[in-house]
């Protein structure tokens, strides 16, 4: 499985750059093909969050994150969550929501796909999950 980090999943919900939404829709397709398609309940939180702050209306919401939602999924456990406590005391705690990424997907996947350079960067030396960053 690999885990699909928030903003790579806006990539694909809102097209912001034309080529990086192509390139992502078509990584996507491909992954959905596979069943290969992993995201946790918190990023689920993160895109509603996202998709409001750009004043997406209610409407487009539901439809937007019904496009994602019946991806293999799971919430996020205390060890989930201790495992994050323990990245960001490394990294620093305003990153806590990347951590708590990293964690679940060390659980469930062997990769993770971001689009999140400054952050990931940081987290990679820490963990034996694979990180891509495009």
């Given at each position: 499985m690999i885990y699909l980090d928030t903003d790579f999943l806006i990539h694909f919900l809102v097209n912001q750059d034309k080529e990086t939404h192509r390139f992502v829709t078509k990584r996507l397709k491909s992954l959905m093909e596979k069943g290969l398609c992993f995201i946790s309940l918190l990023t689920l939180q993160e895109a509603v969050f996202v998709l409001a702050k750009l004043r997406y209306d209610t409407l487009e919401i539901m439809e937007k994150i019904g496009e994602i939602e019946n991806f293999s999924s799971?919430?996020?456990?205390?060890?989930?969550?201790?495992r994050a406590k323990e990245l960001a005391s490394k990294i620093g705690f305003q990153n806590i929501n990347d951590c708590?990424?990293?964690?679940?997907?060390?659980?469930?996947?062997?990769?993770?796909?971001?689009?999140?350079?400054?952050?990931?960067?940081?987290i990679k030396p820490l963990t034996s999950l694979h990180i891509t960053i495009f």
């Open positions: 799971m919430n996020y456990s205390i060890g989930d969550f201790h708590l990424h990293v964690a679940v997907a060390e659980s469930y996947c062997k990769e993770l796909y971001t689009f999140n350079k400054n952050d990931f960067e940081k």
